[in-house]
């Protein structure tokens, strides 16, 4: 079982930054790919990243890319969402959900495939 807490989010205008955190319950954290997901009114949930359990690969959607970085401290339990030159295109709620994974590379890029999700946090940018 894992617990996934989301902070970090809120108001700020466009070309601002902000970092996301993930902090996950749990003694076998380090077990568990982590991705990042957004979701806005009326729009389907989307992968922003994912990273592996092992952190050594990493997967940006392409609208992130250059702007966005994952990474994560396993010692802390904690995955972080870096945001950067953030867009009112941007603008959603931000989930972390976790998967299981026995393979350090694999980072899963669907919703289906994680089991635990984090209650959201809001990211809003102005123009």
């Known amino acids: 079982q894992v617990q996934l807490v989301e902070s970090g989010g809120g108001l700020v205008q466009a070309g601002d930054s902000l970092r996301l955190s993930c902090a996950a319950s749990?003694?076998?954290?380090?077990?568990?790919?982590v991705g990042w997901f957004r979701q806005s009114p009326g729009k389907e949930r989307d992968i922003v990243g994912a990273?592996?359990?092992?952190?050594?690969?990493?997967y940006l959607a392409d609208s992130v890319k250059g702007r966005f970085t994952i990474s994560r401290d396993n010692a802390k339990n904690t995955v972080y969402l870096q945001m950067i030159g953030l867009k009112p295109e941007d603008t959603a709620v931000y989930f972390c959900a976790a998967a299981w994974s026995s393979d350090t590379w694999s980072v899963p890029d669907r919703p289906y495939e994680y089991s635990y999700w984090g209650q959201g946090t809001q990211v809003t940018v102005s123009s």
């Open positions: 990273i592996s359990c092992s952190g050594r690969s990493t």
């Open positions: 749990g003694r076998t954290f380090s077990s568990y790919a």
